[in-house]
Nanobody, 124 residues
Framework: QVHLVESGGGLQQTGGSMRLSCVVS????????MAWFRQAPGTDREFVAA????????YYADSIKGRFTISRDNALNTLYLQMHNPEPRDTAVYLC?????????????????WGQGTQVTVSS
């Protein structure tokens, strides 16, 4: 069983920066293709960014391109999301996800394992 645990969320003012982390444990098929999604109240889960198993390929949603950076450290079994200059519209629960397949994509249903999420609130 693969377990994903996010951390690093909290309250942030516009113009700052914050880094989310996701520690991966368990499973026998890693490293996995990984991604960040987010979900605001009353909305569908939204793709944010994804990264290939060894970090050579990344894929970003247009809404955050140029502001957020996804990275990973396989030696630490940790996925990161660096958020530069977050805005109030970025307020959501951020979830990390992992998939067994190799392709780096942003479809919710394509991911096999999910964390519980960490709340990010950005104030103006």
């Amino acid at each position: 069983q693969v377990h994903l645990v996010e951390s690093g969320g909290g309250l942030q003012q516009t113009g700052g920066s914050m880094r989310l982390s996701c520690v991966v444990s368990g499973g026998t098929s890693g490293p996995y293709t990984m991604a960040w999604f987010r979900q605001a109240p009353g909305t569908d889960r939204e793709f944010v960014a994804a990264i290939s198993r060894y970090g050579s390929g990344t894929y970003y949603a247009d809404s955050i391109k140029g502001r957020f950076t996804i990275s990973r450290d396989n030696a630490l079994n940790t996925l990161y999301l660096q958020m530069h200059n977050p805005e109030p519209r970025d307020t959501a629960v951020y979830l990390c996800a992992a998939r067994e397949a190799v392709e780096v994509i942003g479809t919710v249903s394509s991911y096999d394992y999910w964390g519980q999420g960490t709340q990010v609130t950005v104030s103006s």
